[in-house]
């Protein structure tokens, strides 16, 4: 049985609206990448909300359809239950950063679900490493650049190593070698996860399986 599972997916904000998101079916498994597309506005956030579960359960919506991980339907699930299975990285880093230090944010989630001391810290060196982060581990946050903070937040999800992890443009604000190291992330990471990333641009199509046009 495949890891994800997305059967007539609806979503609209209110009754007078037109569906955002309409009668969208998708099977996915580990060892693949999912590359979102579409204009602003078009509901790539909205969906990766809804795989997440912040819709509905903290923003509400008027959803159809269902959304099972490991034959489990998400709507079973409450948020903490969830964030090992799946969980996302913002297009806004200020939306997720909540420690005071870089290397503390990076322990967060691993320790809350109880992982052992040092297989979080090999996860941070590892990751630190490839990001080109590992300078910055004991920066206070809010002296970094807006870049260097979405950096640490694509780290923060990584190390928690959720089996599904969604990137939500990860490429704005980012230097180009910059998103070179995020694309060499995705590549190593991808083999036991599965990988779903919304963009507007072509920056993922070469490491792309599978592609959703959104409209």
Request: glycine share 6%.
């Amino acid at each position: 049985m495949a890891l994800l599972n997305i059967q007539n997916l609806f979503l609209k904000y209110n009754q007078v609206d037109e569906w955002l998101i309409k009668d969208l079916n998708l099977v996915a498994d580990k060892n693949e990448v999912i590359l979102i597309k579409g204009p602003n506005g078009c509901g790539k956030t909205s969906l990766l909300s809804m795989l997440c579960g912040i819709i509905p359960k903290a923003i509400k919506g008027i959803t159809g359809g269902k959304i099972c991980i490991d034959e489990i339907d998400t709507n079973d699930l409450s948020l903490p239950e969830l964030s090992p299975l799946v969980s996302m990285v913002f297009q806004e880093p200020e939306m997720q950063l909540s420690f005071p230090q870089v290397e503390q944010e990076l322990a967060f989630g691993p320790e809350n679900l109880q992982v052992p001391v040092d297989e979080i810290r090999n996860r941070i060196e590892s990751i630190s490493e490839i990001l080109g982060i590992s300078h910055l581990l004991k920066y206070e946050i809010p002296t970094l650049s807006y870049g260097q903070k979405k950096l640490v937040t694509i780290a923060s999800v990584f190390t928690l190593s959720p089996d599904i992890m969604l990137l939500d443009e990860p490429e704005d604000g980012l230097s180009a070698d910059s998103i070179s190291n995020v694309k060499k992330c995705i590549v190593l990471y991808r083999r036991d996860k599965l990988i779903i990333i919304s963009s507007t641009t072509h920056t993922f199509d070469d490491i792309s399986d599978k592609v959703i046009l959104l409209s």
